[in-house]
């Protein structure tokens, strides 16, 4: 019986006798750490499995690497080791308990890894096709035809393990620059012998390694083979050439999986792995090309969040099978929402990079929007509240909505009290910016989630401390939020100052030259929003570079907008005054007038301490919550709103 809701996206789909109960894929993503013989620790497995339980068809683990000399860094499961059989074994029962399937990527760093544990400090080297050094300067060596006839069989060797652990697929790694990506690419590969040269020799490496991992796990073996249709990247190769790259696979392989790009090349990265500055399914066209000239069923990606899009994708044929991955972190369980009719419950994931800024700096796993992430163990077996209490809630942005929904679903009776007319706080900002859409999203699946756990919410109402207290509560959570700073310079009162608050509408009040007082992340964001709708924006920063709080791939992405844009940036410039004609500042320069219709105040935020420490004593326990400690991000406010509900 089909779906009602998604007939196609939830059909199920057999390859050599293994099923997937629907068409969307958890995509390959590698773990934030390993333990010290770079094996799977019970963190990892558990974040798997969480992905695992929402109704994913499958979970890929992503980076398992098939020799050491191809380590790239310590995340990556070490598949030459035969020590990591136990936990792939607890990996592969993980995704089982939830009938799902159990994928591992096969990996080799090639020319890009730096060789952890290969040789002496001293003797330490890379392969790849060339003679080269790589970005960390260690040297690259040529592979001889023993060399890659031995990687080939590494390949083999790998899949055999993650067989005999009882996974049910594996993932060929031939895209984004990776070791066999390095040997397809006309700009990586400079080879003059039968590995390099012609696209038929550029294939001949990838095309053996298939051959031995058929070898080692058989016909009746699933195999996926995850490419980059086209490169682009400068001297990369194209979507003519990323077709017949396909077209030598099919039959070979079981999946033929499209991503794009080549992770080395900045410009691209935000191609790769896609910004909130490109549209949703930017890289689906790769796959609907490919898809025409094979027979082997083809999978898509590309930062897609919208089951309507998906089930678009499959309907139409433009791909088989959907993957995803930052969206499997941010809501876990989007399938089965998909499935059983309430997709106004999945939370989107917004493209904000937090997940990678977490990756790669905290090691851990990271949410903006999902506080559980990162966290699996302790989360998956919370109990509710023994004694239900009363909870009034003070402050209804993000921090405030997650932390009165989690108190409603653990028993106690709650309360919120918002002083404006809307739930949302500062995340009302991001209704109207198109690149925001699923930030503001986020503000209407959280007023949902209100409803539905029986939260009281009183709009309009701006709670005092004397209040609070009269109404007896047990616990008050004060998310009472930050106040826009204000640089105490002469005009800064002028009907030409507005804040963010402008924002919050479709047609802003705003005059055609814009300057931004404050070049941080929300500046610059406000700066690309208002050059999308035709102003003339200039951004003015004290400090010597601009969006220094942002993640650093989500400041890449504005960098390569700004670049195409008319937005001017002055660095080291302090505002002096407002004017009639505009804003006066002091620059590396000099003195100097930015004329200016509007002056956007975009300065930053500070704790409303006031606000907060006036509830101190109006109730046994008091928790704050989100910007009223410190200004931050919404991935703060969301996690302190979430564990002080825990807390109660």
């Keep these: ?50 992905r695992a339980r929402g109704g994913l068809a499958s979970v890929a683990i992503g980076l398992g690497i098939v020799d050491a000399v191809g380590r790239t860094h310590t995340k990556e ?44 400090a001293a003797e330490r080297y890379a392969l790849g096709p060339n003679d080269e050094v790589n970005p960390d300067g260690l040297p690259v060596r040529s592979m001889t035809e023993d060399e ?17 652990a009882g996974f049910d697929m594996v993932l060929i790694h031939g895209g984004h620059g990776w070791l066999l990506g390095q040997f397809m690419s006309p700009s990586m590969n400079h080879r003059t012998d039968r590995w390099g040269g012609s696209l038929e020799n550029r294939m001949r490496f990838p095309l053996l390694v298939i051959e031995k991992v058929r070898e080692a796990v058989g016909d009746q073996f699933p195999i996926e083979f995850r490419m980059s249709g086209a490169e682009l990247t400068e001297g990369g190769y ?51 090309e490919i898809k025409k000239h094979v027979k082997t069923p083809v999978a898509t990606l590309g930062g897609l969040n919208d089951p309507d899009m998906m089930e678009e994708i499959i309907a139409s044929g433009k791909a088989d099978i959907i993957e995803i991955a930052r969206q499997s972190i941010c809501d876990p369980y989007f399938p089965e929402k998909a499935f059983s009719g309430r997709k106004d419950d999945i939370t989107r994931c917004c493209r904000c990079f937090t997940c990678f800024y977490n990756y790669l700096t905290n090691r851990t796993f990271c949410c903006a929007f999902n506080p559980i992430v990162g966290r699996e163990m302790e989360s998956f077996y919370g109990a509710p ?25 653990r028993g106690h009776t709650v309360t919120l009290y918002e002083k404006n007319s809307r739930l949302g706080g500062q ?6 910016i198109p690149f925001k859409q699923d930030m503001y999203r986020f503000v209407q699946v959280l007023e949902g989630r209100l409803r539905e756990a029986g939260v009281d919410v009183r709009l309009n109402t701006a709670l005092t401390a004397e209040q609070a207290e009269a109404l007896q509560a047990d616990v008050i959570l004060a998310a009472v939020g930050a106040k826009p700073i204000v640089p105490p310079i002469p005009g800064i009162d002028s009907t030409k100052v507005v804040t963010l608050d402008a924002l919050h509408q479709k047609d802003p009040a705003i005059g055609q030259k814009v300057v931004i007082l404050g070049g941080g992340l929300v500046g610059s964001e406000c700066a690309i929003y208002l050059d999308g709708l035709g102003k003339d924006v200039t951004i003015v920063e004290m400090k010597d570079d601009w969006a220094a709080d942002s993640y650093f791939m989500h400041k890449n992405a504005m960098k390569i907008y700004m670049r195409n844009s008319g937005i001017r940036i002055h660095v080291n410039t302090t505002a002096k005054a407002v004017t009639d004609a505009g804003l006066l500042c002091d620059s590396p320069n000099g003195e100097r007038l930015l004329e200016a219709d509007t002056i956007l105040l975009a300065a930053g935020m500070k704790a409303d301490r006031v606000c907060a420490e006036s509830f101190y004593n109006a109730a046994p326990r008091v928790f704050e919550i989100g910007d009223c400690i410190r200004a931050g991000r919404v991935v703060d406010a969301v996690t302190d709103g979430y564990y002080r509900a825990l807390d109660i």
């Design 385 to 409: 509240a023994t004694t239900p209490k009363k909870v009034v809630v003070v402050g209804g942005g993000p921090g405030g909505m997650y932390a009165a929904i989690t108190a409603a679903q």
């Design 77 to 120: 499961v070490a598949l030459y080791d035969v020590g990591s059989l136990p936990s792939l074994k607890e990996a592969a029962k993980a995704m089982h308990r939830h009938g799902c399937n159990a994928v591992m990527e096969l990996a080799h760093g090639g020319k890009y890894a730096n060789a952890r544990g290969h040789g002496q």
């Design 238 to 288: 194209g979507l003519d050439e990323g077709i017949a790259m396909a077209k030598a696979i099919d039959g070979k392989v079981d999946i033929i999986h499209v991503s794009a790009g080549v992770h080395e090349d900045p410009d691209v990265f935000v191609l790769t792995h896609p910004s909130m500055f490109v549209e949703h399914g930017c890289n689906v066209y790769l796959a609907e």
């Design 148 to 164: 890659i006839v031995h990687t080939a069989e590494a390949f083999g060797r790998a899949a055999a393990l993650v067989k005999q």
């Design 427 to 432: 995340l009302l900002s991001e209704q109207y």
């Design 1 to 50: 019986m089909q779906n009602k809701y998604y007939p196609h996206l939830a059909s199920p789909l057999t390859i050599k006798g293994l099923t997937f109960k629907n068409r969307i894929l958890g995509a390959p993503m590698s773990n934030p750490e390993m333990d010290p013989d770079s094996h799977m620790r019970k963190e990892d497995v558990a974040f798997h499995e969480n």
